[in-house]
T-cell receptor, first 109, second 112 residues
Framework: GIQVEQSPPDLILQEGANSTLRCNFS?????LQWFHQNPWGQLINLFY???GTKQNGRLSATTVATERYSLLYISSSQTTDSGVYFC???????????FGKGTLLTVNP | DTAVSQTPKYLVTQMGNDKSIKCEQN?????MYWYKQDSKKFLKIMFS???????INETVPNRFSPKSPDKAHLNLHINSLELGDSAVYFC???????????FGPGTRLTVT
């Protein structure tokens, strides 16, 4: 099955800083999603982005399917952005997402 | 209106017991999933159902038995609980198997 590698594993920022998170995939990208798991454990959908670029407020994401990677940009970070960011894709299979190990983001005031 | 809901939110039980977790979605989706998140936060698929039919069983022990009474519900029954079953279990749903998935709030299971 597809392998998903996320980087960096940990990231510490001061409030107001910008950051880029990356996901690399071992197989074709078909169903790519980005999630934020907040400190209460909820998995929040950020983007469904099998290809192209999307923006939602201070967050944006770009997927280059031909090169099998995706980037999540966080601008002007806030303490509420803290948590774990996951990417996942189904690769050549449907009916499941394979996740990376996540990026733990800590935004300090 | 909660899109994907799970009950209970927390479950503490002893080894050897049997327990169930319920999941309901009101999004009108036809595909539902169970994922397990271990203590290192790693998320892994357990089962997926499409129109009440089992599609994926990702080498989960037989002690885990999902049941889908209709397209809006997918329950998870666990027999003879073991310490290693302690984890957070997430239910999710999507329209067909190749589209955006929406996750429930999770059920934190602790086996003592």
């Amino acid at each position: 099955g597809i392998q998903v590698e996320q980087s960096p594993p940990d990231l510490i920022l001061q409030e107001g800083a910008n950051s880029t998170l990356r996901c690399n995939f071992s197989d074709s990208v078909n169903n790519l999603q980005w999630f934020h798991q907040n400190p209460w454990g909820q998995l929040i959908n950020l983007f469904y982005i099998p290809s192209g670029t999307k923006q939602n407020g201070r967050l944006s994401a770009t997927t280059v399917a031909t090169e099998r990677y995706s980037l999540l940009y966080i601008s002007s970070s806030q303490t509420t952005d803290s948590g774990v960011y996951f990417c996942g894709d189904s690769g050549g299979s449907n009916y499941k997402l394979t996740f990376g190990k996540g990026t733990l983001l800590t935004v300090n005031p | 209106d909660t899109a994907v809901s799970q009950t209970p939110k927390y479950l503490v039980t002893q080894m050897g017991n049997d327990k169930s977790i319920k999941c309901e979605q009101n999004l009108g989706h036809d595909t539902m999933y169970w994922y397990k998140q271990d203590s290192k936060k790693f998320l892994k698929i357990m089962f997926s159902y499409n129109n009440k039919e089992l599609i994926i069983n990702e080498t989960v022990p037989n002690r885990f038995s999902p049941k889908s009474p209709d397209k809006a519900h997918l329950n998870l029954h666990i027999n003879s609980l073991e310490l290693g079953d302690s984890a957070v279990y997430f239910c999710a749903s999507s329209q067909e198997g190749r589209s955006e998935q929406y996750f429930g709030p999770g059920t934190r299971l602790t086996v003592t």
